[in-house]
Nanobody, 125 residues
Framework: QVQLVESGGGLVQPGGSLRLSCAASLSIFSSSTMGWYRQAPGKQRDLVATITNTGRANYADSVRGRFTISRDNAKSTMFLQMNRLKPEDTAVYYC???????????????????WGQGTQVTVSS
């Protein structure tokens, strides 16, 4: 069973920094695309950033230049360095893993999404 465990959330003042971690029990972490999503109260869950198994990163416009996603395949861990935090960054942050499998040689790919339990980030003075 795949488990994703986030850590590193908390309360920070505007302009401050936090580093989130996501530890995965996924045995093929190194071949999975990983990502961070966030959900503010009363809003939908939105993409923050993703990173492929080869390290290619993609960011939401709202965080580009402030947040940095990274991964350590040897430790099956993903990170999100968040700098210059704003009150609008307040949300529950979720770790996501996307696994693509092929049940048989001629079968189409099957996508499976896995989620962590979330970690609260609050930006407030």
């Amino acid at each position: 069973q795949v488990q994703l465990v986030e850590s590193g959330g908390g309360l920070v003042q505007p302009g401050g920094s936090l580093r989130l971690s996501c530890a995965a029990s996924l045995s093929i972490f190194s071949s999975s695309t990983m990502g961070w999503y966030r959900q503010a109260p009363g809003k939908q869950r939105d993409l923050v950033a993703t990173i492929t198994n080869t390290g290619r990163a993609n960011y939401a416009d709202s965080v580009r230049g402030r947040f940095t996603i990274s991964r350590d395949n040897a430790k099956s861990t993903m990170f999100l360095q968040m700098n210059r935090l704003k009150p609008e960054d307040t949300a529950v942050y979720y770790c996501n893993a996307v696994l693509i499998t092929y049940p048989c040689i001629e079968c189409p790919p099957v996508r499976s999404d896995y989620w962590g339990q979330g970690t609260q980030v609050t930006v407030s003075s």
